[in-house]
């Protein structure tokens, strides 16, 4: 599993679109001038970003990413733009633009640093090590997803404990250390199990019967 966008993902992308693209022909900029409609305005943006990623329409998304960082930054949500700019490295990740994606996920890290937004830290951190385990500089992946382990232990969240225990053991199997990983995996399988959460249980499982084999994962 990949670290998620720092939002909630659209489990029913068309008909988000529809609704959310009815708001944005009521409200838009010239018309919410309050602060309160900017804010729902940069969220719509958020929805609609993420709805068009979840259907592969990346470029479209982009757009929105885009839109919705220039409103946050206009009204000083600083937890929208971090939100904005970690989502921007998810797309371009997702285009194979690597080393764009970290310079967003790198911003995002600052800023969720500078509010003390542990949760957006530890997103922003999680996807740093994919793209670094994506460039093949693994201990460098290693040490980011160690820190995205550390954190998600810290404020209780178990699905990002999860998934960084499943990108810890997936570097350690491409280094060929076996034991490391098939440890790291049965505890990603254990949570999975314990938050009912199927990717997280299935890929677990998956990847611990080819390793217990002694295939390469």
Not at 138 to 155: D, M, V
Not at 174 to 192: D, F, M, R, T, V
Request: glycine share 12%.
């Amino acid at each position: 599993p990949t670290v998620e966008a720092a939002g909630a993902a659209c489990a029913c992308p068309s008909p988000c679109l529809e609704s959310s693209r009815s708001c944005l022909q009521v409200y838009r900029p010239s018309t919410a001038n309050s602060r309160c409609l900017n804010h729902f305005h940069h969220g719509l943006l958020g929805d609609l970003g993420l709805a068009h990623a979840s259907l592969g329409e990346v470029e479209k998304a982009l757009e929105y990413y885009e839109q919705g960082l220039v409103i946050a930054r206009e009204i000083g949500d600083r937890q929208g733009e971090g939100t904005a700019l970690v989502n921007l490295g998810l797309a371009y990740a997702s285009l194979g633009e690597v080393e764009k994606a970290l310079e967003y996920y790198e911003q995002g890290l600052v800023i969720a640093r500078e509010i003390g937004d542990r949760l957006g830290e530890g997103n922003a951190l999680g996807n740093l090590g994919l793209a670094y385990a994506d460039l093949g500089e693994i201990e460098r992946a290693i040490g980011y997803s160690e820190r995205w382990l550390k954190i998600s232990r810290e404020i209780g969240n178990r699905q990002g404990e999860g998934t960084a225990l499943v990108n810890l053991g997936m570097a350690y199997a491409s280094l060929g250390e076996a034991e490391k990983a098939i440890a790291l995996l049965e505890q990603a399988l254990a949570i999975g199990l314990s938050i009912k959460s199927p990717e997280m249980t299935r890929f677990s499982s998956e990847a611990l019967e080819q390793l217990r084999r002694g295939g390469i994962v």
